[in-house]
């Protein structure tokens, strides 16, 4: 049982260079999170799904696309990475339904350090 | 936006002391998580208070919630070395969206 997992671990990106990180979770779990984390702050939402093909926006979703097609993928695109953006992003999934009874924790990754120069 | 403020930014206690960190918040809560990150790692789930308990306890750890103040605290008790770490409070809203505090950073000294 793996978690959650995240690809890359670290990147390094030119200004104006596009990427996409992974994250899988093997719970079976219905919501899923992109959070990023800057020096001396908490984890800032991004965007977020409720459900496989659903996406939202979370509290900081400029520069940044995300797309769940399987239940247990959830991906982040930056489409034209800028130095604002270099952050450390966590993934997280949450929400089960286990023998009747709900479990909301969350369960993050291990964080993707992306550094844009 | 943060949610609200951790206090204190920093804790430096021995081993064997108690480690009170306080947290406040802005809006009405579904519940409020407290987490738990090592440096350079991801968050750990602690425990769950929801906005119609008070107290809750999970091992050496102690979580209450005033709703009537919008604050939290968690207490861990007779603190090791191992519990060197950032704990983040977090609220609760829909979905479970979770909305952090700056946290608190904790160094235990053996």
């Known amino acids: 049982n793996a978690g959650v997992t995240q690809t890359p671990k670290f990147r390094v990106l030119k200004t104006g260079q596009s990427m996409t990180l992974l994250c899988a979770q093997d719970?079976?779990?219905?919501?899923m999170y992109w959070y990023r984390q800057d020096p001396g702050m908490g984890l800032r939402l991004i965007h977020y799904?409720?459900?496989?093909?659903?996406?939202a926006k979370g509290e900081v979703p400029d520069g940044y696309n995300v797309s769940r097609l399987k239940k247990q993928n959830f991906l982040l695109g930056l489409e034209s990475a800028a130095p604002s953006q270099t952050s450390v992003y966590f993934c997280?999934?949450?929400?089960?339904?286990?023998?009747?009874?709900?479990?909301?924790?969350?369960?993050f990754g291990q964080g993707t350090r992306l550094t844009v120069v | 936006s943060q949610q609200g403020e951790e206090d204190p930014q920093a804790l430096s206690i021995q081993e064997g002391e108690n480690a009170t960190m306080n947290c406040s918040y802005k809006?009405?809560?579904?519940?409020l998580q407290w987490y738990r990150q090592n440096s350079g790692r991801g968050l750990v789930h602690l425990i769950l208070i929801r906005s119609n308990e008070r107290e809750k306890h999970s091992g050496r750890l102690r979580v209450t919630l005033d709703t009537s103040k919008k604050s939290s605290s968690l207490l861990i008790t007779a603190s090791r070395a191992a519990d060197t770490a950032s704990y983040f409070c977090a609220t609760s809203g829909g979905y479970n969206k979770l909305i952090f505090g700056a946290g608190t950073r904790l160094a235990v000294h053996p």
């Open positions: 809006t009405s809560i579904n519940n």
């Open positions: 719970m079976n779990h219905e919501y």
């Open positions: 997280a999934s949450s929400y089960s339904m286990v023998s009747g009874a709900r479990h909301t924790e969350a369960f």
């Open positions: 799904s409720v459900g496989e093909g659903t996406t």
